[in-house]
């Protein structure tokens, strides 16, 4: 259950007011750009999701003066206004006034892009037998992406104190892999080495932690990875990117942000 989560802003550069919570009764808000997303939480069906329809109401208002206008008019008036503010998920039109949300979805609006973060927040790890116990089923060292991401807090902290290096790649599927996460997976696992981790971050995305690699070594591994999940399982990732850590980055958070920020 995603009852939790938060909306990143892709670009411009990672500051303090690139991540916001997302909470069940009020619209996540950039004031530094002027937007408020309409994302809302169905409390029925536990699921945010991206309230078209408010932005209906929105542009009826703006577009009421007071002057009664036909039906048809006003459907092609709101049609033109919501073509040029651009609506997108995942660089596809929104056809529905309620858009669920999935995790990693990615959303174009106003001409910003945002990131899509959805967790369930019962999850608990076990810290005890941290190795064992969060890892996914099968024998695949695939984190979850709670457990990664306190993987991350760590290493980045033993990155900076003991200077060593580490890089991150990024993989995006068009769409979600479904049934198809295992075999994925276990092709990465088959290609990388015992010591780097990977984890699924949400339904499109992986993250492949590459322990002491320089940035010089990623172009070799996403085309050798690229090539063998397509050759195999028939499935393209739609992009992917790597990057080495650097003292400047001081967050997970900041490292997935600069991976996407790379593409735009």
């Not at 997302?22 to 997303?37: A, G």
């Not at 995790?103 to 174009?108: Q, S």
């Not at 984190?143 to 995006?172: D, G, Q, T, W």
């Not at 981790?197 to 932690?209: G, H, Q, R, T």
Request: aromatic fraction near 14%; glycine fraction near 2%; proline fraction near 2%.
């Amino acid at each position: 259950m995603n009852n939790c989560g938060s909306i990143w802003l892709l670009s411009p550069e990672f500051d303090e007011n690139s991540v916001k919570i997302l909470y069940k009764f009020k619209k996540p808000e950039f004031t530094h750009i002027n937007v408020m997303l309409p994302i809302l939480y169905d409390e029925i069906k536990n699921e945010f999701f991206f309230d078209v329809e408010s932005l209906d109401e929105e542009n009826l208002n703006c577009l009421d003066s007071g002057k009664k206008i036909n039906e048809k008019k006003l459907d092609e008036k709101l049609e033109e206004k919501k073509d040029k503010i651009e609506i997108l998920i995942n660089n596809k039109k929104i056809d529905e006034k309620r858009k669920k949300l999935f995790n990693g979805d990615i959303i174009t609006y106003k001409g910003y892009k945002f990131r899509v973060e959805l967790y369930d927040m019962e999850e608990k790890l076990n810290f005890n037998s941290f190795w064992h116990e969060n890892l996914y089923l099968d024998n695949l060292p695939v984190f979850s992406s709670k457990a990664f991401e306190k993987l991350m807090e760590v290493e980045i902290k033993k990155a900076k104190r003991y200077n060593y290096p580490f890089s991150l790649i990024l993989f995006r599927f068009e769409n979600q892999v479904g049934g198809k996460d295992k075999e994925i997976e276990k092709i990465i696992c088959e290609n990388i080495r015992f010591t780097d981790m990977l984890s699924k971050i949400s339904d499109y995305e992986y993250i492949i932690y590459l322990l002491q690699s320089k940035k010089e070594y990623i172009p070799k591994i996403i085309k050798k990875l690229k090539t063998l999940i397509f050759e195999i399982l028939d499935i393209k990732v739609e992009f992917a990117n790597g990057i080495e850590f650097n003292e400047n980055f001081n967050s997970f958070n900041q490292m997935i942000i600069k991976l996407y920020h790379d593409l735009s």
